[in-house]
């Protein structure tokens, strides 16, 4: 496989998507998005209040994100994204846009290869009590601490045949960056 144009890094509330993809980016002098800038406001108002987000909310979001990024790399644009990405089928629609999305019954689809996104995803994950201690230090975000089980529910960690790693929420920063940029060096 050709080397990925993009890394996804994901995992729940407070695993330290941002953090990391912000600085991985900045390494890495790729453009650098975070998925919660793009949350309409009605999904930040939900979350806002203690509601997780559902399917519904999710998904228009998702296909926005893949959209922008499709963009980006078909003109040689390389990118990082912060993005809880929980599910598989999420992350389906981060690559492959509307066309990763379940089908409704009665729906069918052309039988035309979608264009993709080829994501490295770097799933951080840790235990509940240590991202739930993070999240109860960081200050002025308007995620609630409390929707952290939700996110632990609804949580599918990526398995094969995606293209991921797992990393640990225990390792410091300048680990976890290591860790990345050495994996990219071997695709
Ligand atoms: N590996 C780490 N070690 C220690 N603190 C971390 C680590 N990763 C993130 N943090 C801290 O945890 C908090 C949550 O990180 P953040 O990047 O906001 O997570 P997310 O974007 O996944 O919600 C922040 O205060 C951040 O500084
Ligand atoms: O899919 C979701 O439920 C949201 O994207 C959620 O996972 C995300 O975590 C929030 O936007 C809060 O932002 P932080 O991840 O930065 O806490």
């Known amino acids: 496989m050709a080397a990925p144009g993009a890394l996804l890094v994901m995992g729940v509330s407070g695993s330290g998507k941002s953090t990391v993809g912000a ?39 998702l296909c926005n994100l893949h959209d922008i990024l499709l963009r980006d790399v078909t003109s040689g644009q390389h990118v990082v994204l912060a993005c ?3 599910k598989k089928t999420y992350r389906d629609i981060l ?7 379940p089908l409704k019954s009665g729906e069918s689809r052309k ?10 995803v770097v799933h951080l994950s840790g235990s509940f009590e240590v991202i739930s201690g993070r999240l109860h230090q960081r200050k002025d975000h ?13 949580l599918e ?3 094969p ?3 991921f790693i ?7 920063l300048s680990e976890i960056v290591a860790v990345i940029m050495e994996t990219l060096k071997m695709k």
């Open 161 to 163: 045949p995606e293209n």
């Open 95 to 101: 690559i492959r846009g509307k066309n990763g999305a």
């Open 84 to 86: 809880s990405a929980l």
């Open 142 to 154: 308007f995620m609630p601490p409390a929707l952290l089980q939700s996110q632990f529910d609804t």
């Open 23 to 61: 600085l991985l980016a900045s390494e890495l002098g790729w453009k650098f998005y975070d998925a919660d800038d793009y949350h309409p406001k009605e999904n930040r108002m939900k979350m806002e209040k203690g509601i997780p987000l559902n399917d519904q909310d999710r998904i228009p979001w």
């Open 166 to 172: 797992q990393i640990s929420v225990d390792k410091s």
């Open 111 to 120: 039988e035309e290869k979608p264009a993709e996104v080829q994501f490295l």
């Open 157 to 159: 960690p990526p398995s």
